[in-house]
């Protein structure tokens, strides 16, 4: 099932081909997830995507790989995104998520749904305390 | 505004007392904010909220407590709860996180919920290879 | 604050007036919340949004009122709907929702709003035992 | 799978039968689709549904048919609802959405998610520019 | 599909049988359902979860336990998971409800949902009347 | 109110003063909304965003700049962002929506949302015919 047509033999476009590599290499398999095989019936949308993708999760920055991985899952998770949960919880165990982490950061994510729920029942005032504007951070 | 009556003197109750001690003890402030204020409505609903986020946030645990607030942020966020971005971000900030650290995790958040949307607009099946029972962790 | 402008004397429009009279005869008060107000730029969508609410919320029907006032704040609160849970709180308790109640409710939508975060982020496969294809109801 | 028992010939019962009809006649076709047959367990929600999608959705109206289907894949895409998803993008197909459209779509919908996600975890104050009541329209 | 590898022989670990025959002593079934068998990873996290299901939904509280079902439904509904609103509707539908309970259910369900985005697109001012600090209650 | 701290003199910081000069000349308006003023505490971060709102919002695409904005607006209720709902509103009236296209893309989101609710509360089947696998486009 799918809403739009998966492209055949998408590599004939040499745009295409060209993001296909670049996955390749910088992921060093010969796996191309679907995501990228449906993106291609768009070659803009699908650089501009991968480009988004590696430099944000691939490429160094002040958060640790790992981190990023497990941030990612928490927000596909509540946006009930099943193909993103799955992508990237693989991609988080690759990268050594252990299951006392897994577990954890389930923990996390469920009380944070759960706190949520809360305060958008009570809809009480934001604490003035909190207020960047004011704590100088 | 509020959707529930803040309560008045809800120390004069017992039950909300010790909760409200423990709150003082565990962050070495006097300072209680809003959330438990508003559920001193029903103590048992207070202590068990107030249980859990001791347990799961403050308690040491697989997860650093800066990546645990992270990921509550993410989650908070996506679920357009204000109060509790809030409350987190304030938290996240008081154990540490940098402006670089602050920008990354907004990176990710935004990142994620982009191809969630563009996931969940495809509804692409999902590749075999990101299912964990033939993965094997 | 507002992203559409409220109507001024929306009842010099004889559709709206009979609406807001309506209104007022229903709920045997004079006081038309805001919604309405804004709604009435557009009076066939006053129409339409007033007569769903009376029919579904107002008419005799399986569930009891209160309990219906108390699934309207759930699915308000997940959808981080603050307008609708300040009005919904407020005719579920002039509908006799108790405090005992009201904690009640917040304990269940919280406790759902975790597992679904939780089975989210699990993705494992539905038992065929909760196909109703099957159960036969 | 299904959380609801799907009806048995349901055009046995007139009132369902007459909804089916006039879907038949609508759309000059003679595929019911599922959600019909599975809302068939109550003609009265069945032709409620239908009288709204088809005053909604193939009245005439101030937004072009196209639009108003590219409107609902949006909407039906941040609720994480594979059904709609699959039934409106089939729809906006059927009414002649492009490739190019349908990528301009996901890339509003996409930039629209991110930038949600963004605001939510800033919570930022909104301009009073912003305000309709000040604006005047 | 799954994002976490199911337990094998998950009741040769005692606190995992413990909560097992805990589920089947307390529902009368030998029937464990796959969200249990997929906690099982994390023996504490299973006790938690069923602890904390079992205190909310099956213990006597001031809400009826078919009441309880359906506003789990409505949440699950709203939060997209699939899993939880096909449990959850077997489980009403074993407590009692009725076709013509269902049937309200998703019409109020239905409608919240309608108007939450509703207001969620006027963002129009919460009445100074729906205040409880202000309300009394 | 807010979770970050609004930069002072943002504009001293040549790479910020040079999106702010862009968006000045883009907009032909001196009028810089808070997102930009927030983002600010990451230059890079704030490049990213305006970049890709200029990509996609402002230069020509194969959807109308008033499709595009009302899309953004569906997302946005849908998402429950205040500030976005905000500034697309009043972008979507300054492009010339008029009463009534605000009406009917109320009236479609409304719509969009409420069979979302019922399609994931019953969790239904998708059919075949749907599967654009198997459609061709």
Redesign the interface.
């Known amino acids: 099932?799918?809403?739009?047509?998966?492209s055949e033999n998408p590599e004939n476009n040499p745009r295409v081909k060209a993001v296909f590599d670049d996955i390749r290499a910088t992921r060093k398999t010969n796996?191309i997830?679907?995501?990228w095989?449906?993106?291609a019936?768009?070659p803009?949308?699908l650089e501009?995507?991968w480009r988004?993708?590696k430099a944000?999760?691939i490429a160094d920055?002040?958060?640790d790989p790992l981190?990023?991985e497990?941030?990612?899952?928490?927000?596909?998770?509540?946006?009930?995104?099943?193909?993103?949960?799955?992508?990237?919880?693989?991609a988080a165990?690759a990268k050594g998520m252990?299951?006392?982490?897994?577990?954890?950061?389930?923990?996390?994510?469920?009380?944070?749904?759960?706190?949520?729920?809360?305060?958008?029942?009570?809809?009480?005032?934001?604490?003035?305390?909190?207020?960047?504007?004011q704590?100088?951070?």
Do not use: W
Request: charged share 15%; hydrophobic share 45%; net charge negative.
């Open positions: 099932m799918s809403a739009l047509k998966k796996f997830n679907h995501l095989h449906y993106l019936f768009n803009e949308l501009q995507t988004e993708v944000v999760m920055s002040a958060l981190v990023k497990m941030i990612y899952i928490a927000v596909s998770a509540t946006n009930a995104c099943a193909y993103c949960v799955h992508s990237h919880t693989a165990r252990t299951d006392d982490q897994h577990a954890d950061l389930l923990r996390v994510m469920a009380l944070a749904a759960k706190t949520n729920q809360i305060a958008n029942a009570l809809q009480m005032p934001i604490d003035t305390a909190f207020d960047a504007d704590r100088g951070s």
